[in-house]
């Protein structure tokens, strides 16, 4: 091939070549360009930690970072962070809770820290990050997951009650083998619910029966076993202890009563 031929080849090569590279190098950096906005939802377990970063803006390119808290039942709060020329920041809040904290360094973005979470956290939390380059903004929807406590209990004879107590949110229950239930739910001003399951088995042959618990924080599972005469005559224990009582004070009113007309008859005697 001719010399100048080659050299045509060899820099239509390099052309192509730097082509390829420029395009491949604008790919990347499309794909890892931060986005200006979004929202995640966040379920947390309470008394544990939760930590919500901030857009991942480099620090030092940030201007202002603000965290805008709105609670589900409180006061809404800020918590503002601005850099200044020499490297440093100022740090200003409304916010009372000393459980929610963050962190601001040159090395690492502001992010929120909730140590420990409580179910008063419920609610909408955002940050807003101005920069030179443009503004950012994240939000987060936390919800706070409050485990039930689980009880299981033979009220009367061949009755069970199976409770989830104070869960966030209401709790799942089923029943092995499955009876004649009545199910009930009671709604409390925190937002948790506890719900409740009382089950009758009037076949003999069931001598055991579980009572199963779901709910997103974990799930549980126990079993009892049917006693008889817990209850006499379909009566709980309570029941038949209330009635005798009440049978005591009336012999006893009545012990009085007989005692004062006798009294009174001695007396008129004399």
């Given at each position: 091939?001719?010399?100048?031929?080659?050299?045509?080849?060899?820099?239509l090569?390099?052309?192509?070549?730097?082509?390829?590279?420029?395009?491949?190098?604008?790919?990347?950096?499309?794909?890892?360009?931060?986005p200006?906005?979004?929202?995640?939802?966040?379920?947390?377990?309470?008394?544990?930690?939760?930590?919500?970063?901030?857009?991942?803006?480099?620090?030092t390119?940030?201007?202002v970072?603000?965290?805008?808290?709105?609670?589900?039942?409180?006061?809404?709060?800020?918590?503002?962070?601005?850099?200044?020329?020499?490297?440093?920041?100022?740090?200003?809040?409304?916010?009372?809770?000393?459980?929610?904290t963050?962190?601001?360094?040159?090395?690492?973005n502001?992010?929120?820290?909730?140590?420990p979470v409580?179910?008063?956290?419920?609610?909408?939390y955002?940050?807003d990050?101005?920069?030179?380059?443009?503004?950012?903004?994240?939000?987060?929807?936390?919800?706070?997951?409050?485990?039930?406590?689980?009880?299981?209990?033979?009220?009367?004879?061949?009755?069970?009650?199976?409770?989830?107590?104070?869960?966030?949110?209401?709790?799942?229950?089923?029943?092995?083998?499955?009876?004649?239930?009545?199910?009930e739910?009671?709604?409390?001003?925190?937002?948790?619910v506890?719900?409740q399951?009382?089950?009758?088995?009037?076949?003999?042959?069931?001598?055991?029966?579980?009572?199963?618990?779901?709910?997103?924080?974990?799930?549980?599972?126990?079993?009892?076993?049917?006693?008889?005469?817990v209850?006499?005559?379909?009566?709980?224990?309570?029941?038949?202890?209330?009635?005798?009582?009440?049978?005591?004070?009336l012999?006893?009113?009545?012990?009085?009563?007989?005692g004062?007309?006798?009294?009174?008859?001695?007396?008129?005697?004399r």
């Amino acid at each position: 091939m001719h010399p100048l031929g080659r050299t045509s080849t060899l820099r239509l090569l390099i052309f192509i070549l730097l082509m390829v590279s420029a395009s491949s190098m604008d790919g990347k950096q499309n794909h890892t360009k931060v986005p200006t906005e979004g929202n995640t939802s966040l379920t947390v377990l309470e008394d544990t930690k939760a930590v919500l970063p901030c857009p991942p803006v480099p620090l030092t390119n940030v201007v202002v970072t603000t965290w805008k808290i709105m609670f589900r039942d409180k006061p809404s709060c800020i918590k503002a962070y601005r850099r200044n020329e020499k490297g440093g920041g100022n740090m200003t809040t409304n916010c009372t809770d000393e459980r929610i904290t963050w962190l601001c360094r040159p090395e690492q973005n502001c992010s929120l820290q909730i140590d420990p979470v409580v179910i008063t956290h419920d609610g909408f939390y955002r940050c807003d990050v101005v920069t030179p380059d443009g503004n950012f903004r994240h939000g987060y929807h936390l919800q706070v997951l409050v485990a039930p406590e689980v009880t299981l209990f033979q009220s009367e004879n061949r009755t069970v009650v199976c409770k989830a107590v104070a869960g966030k949110p209401a709790a799942r229950l089923s029943w092995t083998p499955e009876g004649d239930c009545v199910p009930e739910h009671r709604y409390w001003g925190n937002g948790t619910v506890t719900v409740q399951s009382t089950c009758h088995w009037a076949e003999s042959n069931v001598s055991t029966v579980s009572c199963s618990v779901f709910h997103e924080a974990g799930n549980w599972s126990l079993s009892i076993e049917l006693k008889q005469g817990v209850g006499t005559l379909g009566f709980p224990v309570l029941s038949l202890l209330t009635i005798l009582y009440v049978k005591s004070s009336l012999f006893l009113v009545f012990l009085v009563i007989v005692g004062l007309l006798c009294f009174q008859r001695i007396n008129g005697c004399r």
